[in-house]
């Protein structure tokens, strides 16, 4: 808390200019800027849509997206948000018809999609950018997601292998406990049985790997536009993706919810190292954060007060779906 409050006493003359900054912003930019985080955030509920359907579970799209922007509302709002909104959207897959191991199965998969989007806009900046170091960490991390995502997606074709692991396991855990050695082996078989139903093909891989890298540019696109928007040029693509996916890997980082103070300061650090000035890009920043962040969030929350008013329209469309 000390650190926070240093931080805004210090920060507060630079980003009052920022505020004022915005004073002059270039309204069609702006637009442009809203509907690319709009799109951004469908992105990554079609994209979780489409891991569902690979697993036999039909959603409709605009239940999907707006479940997307509820749980980043809750990730972004509440204390521990992350569990809040894995909770949340656990839930949300139970409700329309997925069984405990497809939604386990579609946050891993989602997770690993997502990560791995990220990882190849930042080895793709790197490239452009002609920075050896980075590039070089962008392959080895890049390189370990996919084999990390080769490992999903043989043990969802094999999944008595994730049997014959958990079953060894259940042995040493029931010999520990002093119970018998087959207890909970009938709740395990269930839950094979459950992954056998999982049967993605490369098609659903590469749809929603496409919409896990669409997430991502749309967002960093709504960065590039708030640059226009404030009429601050001359932001490469390198540029952009470096800063971008610098920004994006510290959000885990702050104590704070959305990642606040350290992505912010990240983006304009990396922004400055490029040569735009601090009073260009704290602006920038300011505004972008504005959007995908406040914005995105009070969306999220308009969704969730619909969803409690209406609870059965979700239901009416998940029934018309299937």
Known sequence: MVLVVVEIVVVAPEVGNAVAALQAIDVDWFGVAVVATVVSMSMFGLGRRRLLAAAGVRTPAGASVAAAFVANAL????????AFSTAYTYRWMRDRGATVAVGTWVLVAGGVLATGSLVALGLAGALLAGRSGGLVGSVCELVGLLAVAVLVRHLSRHPELVRA???HVLTR????????????AAALDDLVGQLQAVR???????????????NWAFDLGCLAACAAALRVHGLGLPLLLVAYTAGMATSG?????GGIGVV??????????????VAAALPVVVLYRLISVVGVVAAGWVCYVVQQVRPGAAAVGTAASR
């Open 75 to 82: 990730h972004v709002t509440l204390p521990g948000g992350a």
């Open 165 to 167: 692991a958990c079953a």
């Open 173 to 184: 855990v029931n010999r520990l406990r002093r119970r018998e050695p087959a207890a909970g």
């Open 200 to 214: 993605p093909r490369p098609a659903d891989w590469f749809a929603a790997g496409g919409c896990a890298v669409a």
């Open 253 to 257: 980082l702050s104590p704070l919810p």
């Open 264 to 277: 912010d300061a990240t983006l304009v650090l990396a922004l400055t190292a490029g040569g735009v000035p």
